[in-house]
């Protein structure tokens, strides 16, 4: 996701959320449509009238400003008409910054625009929907062949708005308008009936806006200005348009034409004649429209006059000059890169050159002429021609010219041509710049020198009263210490000595009388500068911010983050500098002239800092015996200085300025109660309670626990919170219910405006935890909004809005709450873990005398390691010597939920064909094929065993032994296995996780550093949720028994093998985070030792395993770890299609009965989807020879999938695949 | 980001061309604050720091030392009842920093920029100037002074002062009535907070008054014709040129003193040597080039000039008839007077100091002139000015005492 589509993620949602809400009550996605765009004009109804008012009220005070603006602006120019207006906007109370506040609301209207179109474009279900007369609601209507109705309909709407809208308005802003509908028109034309169907509503609802925002436009016509038209006045436009309309259609007429031949060269000349006489026909229809328009339509325009073209007679030899200049280097610039490339397209590149160069000199005389008054160009002290200056300029002119010329000639002959027009051009250019400001320096430095001189006169004055006093003490001292170290030594060449300290001394002392002054004059020009409270703490905010998130920033400290920290910290500190000085100047107290001595010293700090940082070694020294040392990373260092050199100003800051603290309210302790309610419950309970109720199979607890659990650190923190509200002086508490409440806000905008993608959490790691390495972009961004949300709240307080906010509060807790409650208990295991009441004794069995399948799924194997962990671990070779490797496996799905399904029921049950179903939900569907699963099991008379299986519900009474992750009667294992105590990570996880959500980004890493989470991660040998399925996995032999008499199928399903890939050591350790490979090599070491307990106790032969995984690694980052061994031929490659190829390499290695033979590899096309066949014996395609031929479906599905929401997989992609799976010349995208 | 432009409708789109138009507006405004306030800062060359004045609660700032005459019987009148106070000038020159007294203290604080910045910090009861324009160009009130007054320096109309001259002082100290209406009107129409309209008259006749007690008297043998132009493009001097003399001198007896606007060197060389050169060998026709006036009017009998201005300081110092050329007043646009609807006074009253005479009337010039010297006890000047100009001969008095009441019932800030 980039950052334009997270901001824009809470406006699709609310656009979702009408649209399916809409769709539910109409069960018609048409009729959903126009309600979706009523009730988005609905939503901004308030904010139109506002905006309307605004600018009404706004329009009205402009008028009656305007005669007096005109005569200001006639009469003066530069500061005086500056300072006019201002005080002329003053006296009618007017800024501009005022109006623009209630308007800037109008912007949140933008993003319901962009959000409704991505939403409605990629809105498959309307495809092939037909609403009243339009056939598909998913492409355009084309009711008439070609021709759209609607875009047409839709632009007649929006003529009726513009017409009536401007209808006492001002010509220029109705051609605006006509222009906009005209853009409208062509880049709708084509897009699908849906989208603008909803765009035709919502002009529908813009018009019939008008009669609440604008009734007065239907009345009768205010002052009559344009009067009633007559056909004579239609006759005499249209006389004065005739001629005009001729070149228009020749113009028109020659562009099509052109067009035409052009695609015909492309392309082909079948249907030249047609395409010629269309274009005729067309130009025709469209002068015909344009006249039209322009007679009927248009009342107030004004016909193109010769005005225009007297304004180009007259601009000509103003801008002439650079005309020529422009066109020139264009012209040159496009020769110069023919001379490399060709000159076929020459001609048109110099036509183009040209018009561009017109363009490019219009806009620069619009904008002189705009700024005429403020620029002075003409009359200006600058002189460009260098003719102006007399001979000897001109002379030096030409002689400089040509030594550059020659000299860039002299280049090129020992080089190369290739660029010589550039630099020729270059050349001269640079001469008569040179020439000319040198000339115009000299002829100004007279007029200035005087006022310098005066300046530093001054100045001199002001400082020699330091200076004496300073030169004085200097050279006393100075010479004193010569004399001093002279009568310890010698006094041989004590004259000398004394020259040149006296000498220093007065150097010393004219820098620091300088400094004095000009800090003097610097600190009494800035004293009067007055700053906010709000903007000081603000901008001190945002230093931190950035300077917290640049230190804490996920991948190591961050260069950028801290940069932007130092742009805000540099004037919050110069503020606080000021602040302090004030408050020195005033208050001479001891403590005041200590801080001010520790805050030299900081500065020095700061300085030697920056220094570092310029000059980029490390700096260390040595005072009174301890040596400083200041590092590389002095960027850091700086801010931190800064920042505590702000901090401890900041009371003088508050001591000096005025602050207007928040006045109490009854409904104070309300708002923090709820607010503290908030975000207690959703860290603790309620946040906690959703996650698990998305997949309650992945904890071993009941969903009533996790109140048990928590809710006493669910109460310790609102007392906490309430505790300080009561020890706090009755003055801060309001801004202590403030800032609660905005951490509130933060937090909700964080965990349901605007979460962070991480996918899903593994363990206790994030899979997509390199997503916390957030662009500038998002911090920028976010330290912005929890400025704003400050802001707000605190603007909402001030304006007595508490009652509001309580309410919004409670609805806010309510929402929150009924949400994750009814999420819960729709769970089985609300109230308790049901526990499997079957009385086996939970252990492997084998059948000695029939036959047994094993069926092991190792989530995420990556199929091609095998070879490399065999060529590692060349002891595996000989266990799996009896194995058939099946390198070119292709995963159905790169999901286990998508997978699944499939590899236990077969081909019936892929991801496509589950889609096929859009009435039950996926959860439905994974049970049918769990169960199915079951029933072919059982039909071929086998005993079942089984693990848990993934995202299926199925009742674990029907496996006639389940195996669960681990269990009490198995604590007898954790000796040999030198296994810890059991318990359960869930709770913390679960509300670690809940605070990861709501943080702003910059605390994310804090509490989350890629799997170390801020409390620290156990490493020990505990039987943890983390280490149980490693630990199953190394229990295999000791769970294995060989009582059975019927043949046994046993389906083990492990995520051992998936991220976040630890391993449990043989003594017990648990060690996380040894990467893919080397977990993966575990894990058959594991199996391998399992083998090897068959083969001693005799069940081998008889035994078919079949190893194999779901899907391969899904990665952002293929780094060489994960690479290894790479049979791909693009090797580790950034390319993303790439990267997602490699989900799609399973492992399948399968051991038939009695199977013999030395390490065999089949390279025959082979899917996962093949493994329950291999196991259960049907259609095996392991038995065909020769291998088939075939192609095969690969479907790519976003993580996002609920399973007991939704009713189709999430699928993003999907792929046709040929033959070799690791050419990706035989993938071809079909999705 | 293509899709912005896609999905919003007409009335949006000028609605968020207006947020846009707004929003570019507002920082180039912003921006354009920023600027002047940085060029302002740099060259406020020389800054120097403020002292403070002890427990002095006037201050007058003057601008140069032609005010020195506006401020100096108010500086004295005060100091007649031991009243401190505390003179602030832009001129090095100004004679107000070499006048010494036990109650008076002088200070230069540059020139207008660093004056300004100067001015702006400043911490005391009263200010009084004769600049206008506070708090609309680059002097603002400062937060620490309690009071700023505005003290008129010439009996003139508000027309022909720049924007909002006066809307941001507490007080006016005006020198007649006219003044008092104009800016009632102008508070009305513009809705700023009504000022404290003083009676107070031109202090600075005060000076010239007691000057004139000093001149001695001349003994003439012949009247004398003072010509006073202004020295822009409209002046009499460039309108009718040479020809103008030629006719003035023919047919007469009296003397003639050509007094030009000292800008009239710099601006129109050409046109005075050449009046120079004509007239060297006419013993009756001379050039006053002496800063001062105060000789040459005291010595005439008569006045002839167009837009100056001065002739109202003739006609009501001296008493004596001006003869003015009839000249359309250059467009008011961007000064205060194009927000009023009446007739400016100087307009009104011009007729009553003499005579006015139009461009044809030239050739019989003489004629006119003798005419009127004549012929002028009709004219009641005496009148004309006491309507006009407040307590004439002794405004620095009274400036003196309205200044202390505005002082004395300001509370003293904690």
Redesign the interface.
Same mark, same amino acid.
């Given at each position: 996701m980039n950052f334009?589509e997270i901001a824009l993620s809470p406006f699709i949602f609310i656009i979702k959320q009408i649209f399916l809400f809409s769709y539910s009550i109409t069960n018609d996605y048409g009729a959903a449509i126009i309600l979706l765009s009523f009730a988005i004009s609905l939503l901004l109804l308030p904010v139109?009238i506002l905006?309307e008012k605004a600018?009404k009220k706004d329009d009205a005070l402009k008028l009656k400003m305007k005669p007096?603006v005109d005569?200001?602006k006639?009469?003066?120019k530069g500061?005086?008409r500056?300072?006019?207006i201002?005080?002329?906007n003053r006296?009618h109370n007017y800024s501009?910054?005022r109006?623009?506040f209630p308007?800037?609301s109008?912007?949140l209207?933008?993003p319901f625009?962009?959000a409704?179109?991505?939403f409605l474009e990629n809105f498959t279900p309307l495809q092939g929907v037909s609403f009243l007369f339009i056939n598909d609601l998913s492409l355009p209507d084309g009711l008439f062949g070609a021709v759209n109705i609607l875009p047409i309909a839709m632009t007649i709407v929006?003529l009726l708005?513009?017409w009536f809208?401007t209808r006492n308005g001002d010509a220029s802003?109705r051609k605006?308008?006509l222009v906009?509908?005209g853009?409208?028109l062509v880049?709708?034309f084509n897009l699908p009936s849906g989208l603008v169907l909803y765009?035709t509503m919502?002009?529908v609802f813009?018009f019939l806006?008008?009669f609440i925002t604008n009734p007065e436009v239907f009345k009768n016509r205010v002052g009559g200005k344009v009067g009633k038209l007559k056909f004579a006045d239609f006759k005499s436009r249209a006389l004065v348009l005739l001629p005009k309309l001729k070149v228009t259609f020749i113009v028109l007429l020659v562009l099509s034409i052109l067009g035409q031949l052009n695609w015909a060269f492309g392309n082909d000349f079948n249907d030249i004649y047609f395409r010629i006489f269309a274009s005729i026909g067309g130009s025709f229809f469209a002068t015909l429209l344009l006249s039209l328009l322009l007679v009927f339509y248009i009342p107030a325009i004004t016909l193109p006059s010769n005005s225009f073209k007297r304004l180009i007679i007259q601009l000509w030899p103003t801008f002439k000059s650079l005309f020529i200049v422009i066109v020139s280097v264009a012209i040159l610039s496009q020769i110069n890169w023919a001379l490399q490339y060709y000159f076929s397209d020459l001609p048109l590149r110099v036509v183009l050159a040209v018009l561009a160069s017109a363009a490019l000199t219009s806009l620069l005389a619009f904008i002189v002429l705009a700024y005429y008054g403020y620029l002075k160009i003409s009359k200006g002290n600058f002189k460009f021609c260098v003719s102006c200056f007399g001979p000897v300029y001109i002379g030096a002119f030409v002689v400089l010219a040509a030594l550059s010329i020659w000299s860039q000639v002299n280049w090129a002959l020992q080089f190369d041509f290739k660029d010589i027009v550039v630099r020729l051009s270059l050349a001269v250019a640079g001469s008569w710049l040179l020439i000319v400001f040198l000339v115009n320096v000299k002829n100004n430095y007279q007029k200035y020198r005087a006022?310098i001189a005066?300046?530093l006169?001054?100045?001199f004055?002001?400082s020699r009263k330091i200076f004496l006093r300073t030169w004085i003490i200097l050279t006393l001292i100075a010479v004193g210490s010569q004399i001093n170290w002279a009568l310890q030594f010698d006094f041989n060449d004590i004259v000398f000595r004394l020259i040149i300290a006296i000498i220093s001394a007065s150097i010393s002392a004219i820098i620091i009388a300088l400094l004095f002054t000009f800090h003097?004059?610097i600190a009494?020009?800035f004293n009067?500068i007055q700053v906010k409270p709000a903007v000081f703490f603000g901008l001190l905010f945002l230093s931190g911010y950035f300077y917290f998130a640049s230190i804490y920033y996920f991948s190591g400290i961050n260069y950028n983050l801290g940069i932007v920290a130092i742009i805000f910290l540099i004037p919050v500190q110069f503020i606080g500098h000021i602040y302090f000085n004030k408050y020195r100047r005033l208050n001479h107290l001891w403590y005041v002239n200590l801080h001010s001595v520790l805050l030299v010293f900081l500065l020095a700090f700061q300085l030697m800092n920056l220094w570092v940082i310029i000059d980029g070694n490390e700096l260390d020294f040595t005072l009174f015996n301890i040596s400083f040392v200041i590092s590389k990373t002095g960027f850091s260092d700086f801010i931190l200085i800064g920042l505590f050199y702000t901090v401890s100003i900041v009371p003088y800051f508050i001591r000096q300025s005025k602050f207007l603290l928040l006045k109490s309210s009854r409904q104070d302790w309300l708002v923090l109660f709820l607010s503290s309610l908030y975000l207690a419950g959703f860290i603790f309970i309620w946040n906690p309670l959703v996650v698990y109720s998305s997949f309650p199979d992945a904890f071993g607890f009941a969903a009533v626990q996790i109140f048990s659990e928590n809710i006493i650190l669910f109460l310790v923190a609102i007392i906490s919170i309430l505790f300080i509200y009561f020890v706090l002086p009755s003055k801060v508490r309001p801004g202590y219910v403030v800032l609660i409440f905005s951490l509130a806000l933060i937090g909700f905008f964080h965990n349901t405006i605007m979460p962070i993608d991480m996918g899903t959490l593994q363990g206790s790691k994030f899979e997509n935890g390199d997503n916390l390495n957030l662009d500038l972009i998002f911090y920028l961004f976010e330290g912005l909004i929890i400025l704003g949300v400050v802001v707000a709240a605190n603007y909402l307080f001030k304006k007595k809005f508490t009652k509001g906010i309580a309410y919004g509060m409670l609805l806010l807790n309510l929402v929150l709450i009924a949400q994750s409650l009814s999420a819960a208990l729709a769970v089985d295991s609300f109230w308790k873990v049901e526990k499997i009441p079957i009385a086996d004794s939970h252990t492997i069995t084998f059948s000695k005398d029939t036959q047994n399948v094993v069926y092991l799924m190792l989530d995420m194997f990556q199929g091609w390691y095998y070879p490399e962990i065999l060529k590692d671990n060349p002891g595996l070779n000989e266990d799996f010597s009896d194995f058939t490797y099946y390198p070119n496996t292709l995963a159905i799905s790169n999901y286990t939920a998508s997978s699944m399904p499939s590899m236990l029921g077969g081909y019936n049950f892929t991801p496509d064909k589950i889609d096929r179903d859009s009435v039950n939900h996926l959860g439905h569907k994974m049970l049918v094929a769990s169960e199915s699963f079951q029933q072919d099991v059982k039909s071929r008379g086998y005993h079942l065993t089984s693990t848990e299986i993934p995202y299926s519900g199925i009742d674990k009474r029907k496996f006639d032994t389940y195996l669960p992750l681990w269990k009490p009667e198995w604590d007898r294992l954790k000796t040999p296995l030198h296994i810890g105590n059991s318990y359960e990570i869930g709770f913390s996880l679960l509300w670690a996780n809940a605070l990861f959500y709501s943080a702003p980004y910059f605390v994310k890493p804090i509490i989350y550093n890629d799997g170390v989470w801020f409390w620290g991660t156990k490493e020990s040998n505990a039987n943890s949720g983390l280490a149980k399925p490693y630990n199953f996995l190394r229990a295999l032999p000791l769970l294995s028994d060989t009582q059975s008499e019927e043949p046994v199928f046993t389906l083990i399903c492990s995520k051992t093998t998936h991220f976040p890939w630890d391993k449990v050591k043989d003594d017990g350790t648990f060690v996380p985070d040894i990467g893919p490979y080397n977990n993966n090599t575990w894990a058959l070491q594991k199996v391998k030792l399992w083998i090897d307990w068959m083969k001693e106790n005799g069940v081998y032969d008889n035994t078919k395993i079949i190893i194999v995984s779901d899907h391969g690694i899904r990665t952002r980052n293929a780094n060489d770890t994960i690479m290894k061994g790479s049979p791909y031929k693009w090797g580790a490659n950034n390319d993303d299609t790439r990267k997602e190829q490699l989900a799609f390499s399973p492992f399948l290695l399968v051991k038939d009965f009695n199977a013999t033979g030395a390490n065999k590899v089949d390279d025959r096309f082979m899917c996962n989807v093949d493994a329950i066949d291999i196991a259960l014996n049907r259609n095996d395609p392991t038995k065909i020879e020769p291998p088939l031929k075939r192609s095969l479906n690969a479907y790519w599905v976003s993580w996002r999938i609920k399973v007991y929401e939704d009713k189709q997989y999430p699928i993003t992609k999907s792929f046709r695949v040929n033959n070799n799976i690791y050419d990706s010349v035989n993938w071809q995208k079909t999705k | 980001?293509n899709?912005?432009?896609?999905?919003?409708?007409?009335?949006?789109?000028?609605?968020?061309?207006?947020?846009i138009i707004?929003?570019v507006?507002?920082i180039a405004?912003a921006l354009?604050?920023f600027f002047?306030k940085i060029?302002n800062?740099v060259l %406020?060359?020389?800054?120097?720091?403020?002292d403070d004045f002890g427990d002095t609660d006037i201050i007058f700032y003057s601008e140069g030392k032609q005010y020195w005459n506006v401020f100096s019987p108010i500086i004295k009148a005060l100091e007649a009842k031991n009243e401190k106070c505390v003179y602030l000038t832009s001129d090095k020159d100004d004679p107000g920093l070499e006048y010494r007294s036990d109650y008076y203290q002088s200070k230069f604080i540059?020139k207008l920029t660093m004056a300004s910045?100067y001015l702006?910090?400043l911490k005391v009861k009263f200010v009084g100037m004769t600049t206008p324009q506070l708090?609309?160009?680059?002097i603002r009130r400062s937060k620490r002074v309690q009071h700023y007054g505005h003290i008129v320096h010439a009996p003139i109309d508000i027309f022909t002062y720049r924007?909002?001259a006066f809307?941001y002082f507490d007080s006016v100290f005006c020198s007649g009535y006219f003044q008092i209406e104009g800016i009632r009107k102008l508070e009305e129409q513009? %809705?700023?907070d009504k000022k404290m309209l003083l009676q107070t008259g031109l202090t600075y006749y005060d000076v010239m008054l007691e000057q004139l007690k000093n001149i001695s008297p001349f003994n003439k043998e012949k009247p004398v014709v003072l010509v006073a132009p202004t020295w822009k493009e409209y002046s009499l001097l460039n309108r009718l040129g040479v020809g103008f003399f030629e006719h003035l001198l023919q047919n007469s007896s009296y003397d003639v003193i050509l007094r030009p606007h000292p800008q009239s060197y710099v601006s129109f060389p050409e046109l005075i040597a050449k009046i120079e050169q004509q007239f060297k060998d006419e013993p009756r026709f001379t050039i006053d080039r002496n800063p001062l006036a105060t000789e040459s009017m005291a010595k005439s009998n008569l006045m002839i000039s167009d837009l100056s201005g001065v002739f109202w300081d003739y006609a009501f110092l001296y008493s004596k008839p001006v003869l003015l050329l009839k000249t359309e007043f250059d467009t008011i646009?961007?000064f205060e007077g194009?927000?009023l609807d009446h007739e400016m006074w100087e307009v009104r009253e011009r007729p009553r100091l003499g005579r006015v005479f139009t461009e044809d009337e030239v050739e019989h010039i003489s004629t006119i002139v003798n005419d009127l010297l004549e012929n002028n006890t009709g004219l009641k000047l005496e009148q004309l000015r006491d309507e006009s100009v407040y307590n004439f001969g002794h405004a620095g008095e009274v400036a003196a005492n309205q200044i202390l009441e505005i002082v004395g019932n300001i509370k003293n800030p904690d």
């Open positions: 334009f139109f905006i600018k007096l005569e200001i006639r009469c003066y500061q005086e500056y300072y006019y201002k005080t002329l006296q501009p910054l109006a623009l308007v800037l109008l912007l209207q933008i625009f962009i409704a179109y991505q929006n708005t513009a809208y802003e605006q308008m906009v509908a853009i409208f880049l709708l765009w919502n002009n813009s806006r008008l006022r005066d300046a006169k001054t100045y004055r002001s003097k004059k009494a020009t009067s | 980001m899709f912005i432009l896609l999905y919003i409708d007409p009335a949006s789109t000028s609605a968020l061309l207006y947020i707004a929003l507006a507002t405004f354009r604050g002047y060029r800062l %406020g060359k020389g800054f120097v720091g403020t540059g910045v702006n910090r708090d609309v160009m680059m924007k909002f809307d513009r %809705g700023t646009e961007g194009s927000e």
